[in-house]
């Protein structure tokens, strides 16, 4: 749903079909999955409880709904078909919060939830619970009786975490606004018995971006204390290349037994990179870079560009290669770098813009030719290329740095000022 579009009243989802992106029926909504905040912040709505044909129960993130309407969910297709289980810091939002009695903090007076909205931020992906429906007096939603009105969710009391107690609950509430990199080095400090906690209750993509900044201890800890199931499901969204060297800390036969439970298409991305030695471009790439075919427009690498997820190193250029797009990819024909895209009208054709020059990386060059030859062409990513001329990845400097500074840098001075500053 794009900034500006109407919220939607969580009452008007129940029991409504999700699809996929050829309208194909997936399921229908059972529940919306919500965070609660300290304080009075609005909560953040975590994802959908999807009942599939199959009448189990799964979870689909909102990173995965690309639209809401009252009749309808549009999803990208991607759903996990592992049962779903409530965590400690979610709530359930249709079981849980509607028909509760809260306090309204102007007046003091109770009153009875009929109904919250939610909306999507503004340029971002991110869900927010951001009204509630309530009726005064002491009906329930079956009552007719009392005065109705809408509210911002700042304006009720009784639903929010509150700011006391050391529990995981009020722990990952309080880390909630951290980046990765900070809220990684805060898990660092707790007790291992706490830091179980606090990582059980985050969701799988914020777990997966914290394990990534984690010192190696600390992931094997982590997801050695996870159920399989879950263990698996973080390791996939992980990028591949951090989720190779996390299960390359791990015995053979725990590796295997996670890659089988990874979707196939993912463990496949996790495999080829484990076959390369560690400190090589083939170890150190990732296998997501952006890729696009010769046909593909300067308004399609923008709009590549611009997507949410990607780093600032993999955003800096695409690469452009014939079929298939995916690595390993057909014949690599160069890169277009992401200032010659602004350069250029939106219609022009990426295959007449490519940088052919540069030469680029075999998977086998060690990490001190890498480093060198970032330096040298002033790059912040290279791409990785096989004999056959294939592109298999491409290596960031993010990546790089970390295989050069000293194993304890996130546990150094500047990391620990830094944190104070992550907002």
Not at 122 to 128: G, K, L, M, N, T
Not at 147 to 167: I, K, M, R
Not at 244 to 253: N, R, V
Request: hydrophobic residues 40%; negative net charge; contains cysteine.
């Amino acid at each position: 749903m794009a900034a500006g579009a109407p919220r939607v009243f969580v009452s008007h989802l129940a029991g409504v079909p999700v699809f996929d992106p050829v309208g194909d029926q997936v399921g229908r909504v059972s529940d919306l999955v919500a965070m609660l905040r300290v304080g009075r912040r609005p909560p953040r709505l975590l994802g959908l409880v999807v009942e599939v044909l199959s009448r189990r129960r799964v979870f689909v993130p909102m990173t995965r709904v690309t639209g809401v309407a009252s009749g309808q969910v549009i999803t990208t297709g991607v759903v996990n078909m592992r049962r779903f289980e409530q965590r400690p810091t979610e709530r359930l939002v249709l079981g849980e919060l509607l028909d509760r009695r809260v306090t309204l903090v102007e007046s003091g007076e109770e009153v009875t939830v009929l109904d919250v909205a939610i909306q999507q931020l503004p340029a971002r992906r991110d869900w927010e619970i951001d009204k509630v429906f309530v009726r005064k007096g002491k009906g329930g939603v079956l009552s007719r009786k009392g005065e109705t009105l809408t509210v911002e969710w700042s304006a009720v009391t009784g639903f929010s975490l509150e700011e006391h107690g050391q529990g995981a609950e009020s722990l990952l509430a309080t880390f909630e606004r951290l980046r990765p990199a900070d809220l990684a080095n805060a898990l660092h400090h707790l007790s291992p018995k706490r830091r179980a906690e606090v990582a059980a209750a985050l969701d799988d993509d914020r777990l997966a971006d914290v394990l990534e900044e984690l010192p190696e201890d600390d992931q094997i800890e982590i997801i050695g204390k996870l159920k399989e199931e879950r263990a698996a499901d973080v390791l996939e969204a992980m990028d591949p290349d951090d989720a190779a060297d996390l299960l390359s800390e791990l015995p053979e036969e725990d590796q295997e037994r996670l890659l089988t439970l990874m979707r196939p298409d993912d463990a496949a991305d996790v495999r080829r990179l484990l076959a390369y030695e560690e400190r090589t471009a083939g170890g150190l790439m990732t296998t997501e870079p952006i890729v696009l075919r010769p046909d593909a427009t300067v308004a399609d690498a923008l709009a590549r560009v611009r997507q949410q997820d990607l780093s600032p190193a993999l955003a800096a250029q695409v690469y452009v290669c014939r079929p298939p797009d995916e690595t390993p990819t057909g014949k690599y024909l160069g890169t277009v770098h992401f200032q010659r895209l602004l350069r250029d009208p939106p219609f022009t054709l990426v295959g007449s813009l490519v940088d052919s020059d540069l030469p680029p990386l075999g998977p086998g060059t060690p990490l001190p030719a890498v480093t060198s030859y970032l330096a040298a062409y002033n790059m912040v990513a290279a791409p990785v290329v096989d004999e056959s001329g294939s592109l298999l990845g491409a290596v960031t400097v993010d990546d790089v740095l970390d295989h050069l500074l000293p194993d304890d840098w996130r546990e150094t001075e500047f990391h620990e000022e830094g944190a104070g500053h992550g907002g």
